[in-house]
């Protein structure tokens, strides 16, 4: 197989896919929505194709201006697909890229102290296709954590939501209707 679409394969999997799939975990925390698994894999595809779109035009209208690009994109697909709240959404957006900075910096540190920071930089600087592939099976370790985190958290909301719903929404909260 030709390394270049070994390198769109990887990179699109393992990195678009699988930190789009991160932030629409997120969105549904923050929308405390229940996921559906077509909606999870669809709208993981959509993000991630808006994702690398963001990203190729990168290059020709600055670097962080694609960052913002990409979460108002995600923000109004979501707002239209979900018919969730605009600002819940941006929180979840912006939370996962956080979430993603922090894994990244502790994938980073953890890499360099296991092949060294000068080996790690030839292969994070490399523009052969070879560092690239590289690169990006490197950087599975934070898209991995990413994931893992949005479900524990996911799972504690809708654990925490059933509760509530088991006790007439009394659960941790005071009813409204007490403060009458």
């Not at 000068?118 to 052969?128: N, Q, V």
């Not at 990413?146 to 929404?169: C, H, N």
Request: hydrophobic letters at 50%; one cysteine or more; aromatic letters at 8%.
């Amino acid at each position: 197989m030709d390394s270049r679409i070994v390198l769109f394969l990887v990179d699109s999997i393992l990195g678009y896919f699988l930190q789009s799939m991160g932030a629409v975990v997120s969105i549904h925390i923050a929308s405390k929505r229940h996921i559906k698994a077509r909606d999870l894999l669809l709208m993981s595809i959509v993000f991630g194709t808006v994702a690398y779109l963001c990203r190729c035009i990168s290059e020709y209208i600055g670097f962080g201006l694609h960052t913002i690009l990409m979460i108002a994109a995600f923000v109004l697909i979501a707002y239209a697909w979900l018919k969730t709240n605009i600002i819940n959404n941006i929180f979840a957006v912006v939370s996962s890229l956080i979430v993603i900075a922090l894994y990244e910096g502790l994938n980073y540190v953890t890499l360099s102290a296991i092949l060294g920071e000068e080996s790690l930089k030839i292969i994070l600087e490399g523009a052969d296709v070879r560092n690239q592939i590289l690169k990006s099976l490197l950087g599975c370790p934070t898209n991995i954590m990413l994931l893992i985190t949005a479900f524990i958290v996911y799972k504690v909301v809708m654990l925490r939501i059933s509760a509530k719903e088991l006790d007439g929404g009394k659960s941790g909260t005071v009813d409204s209707e007490q403060n009458k």
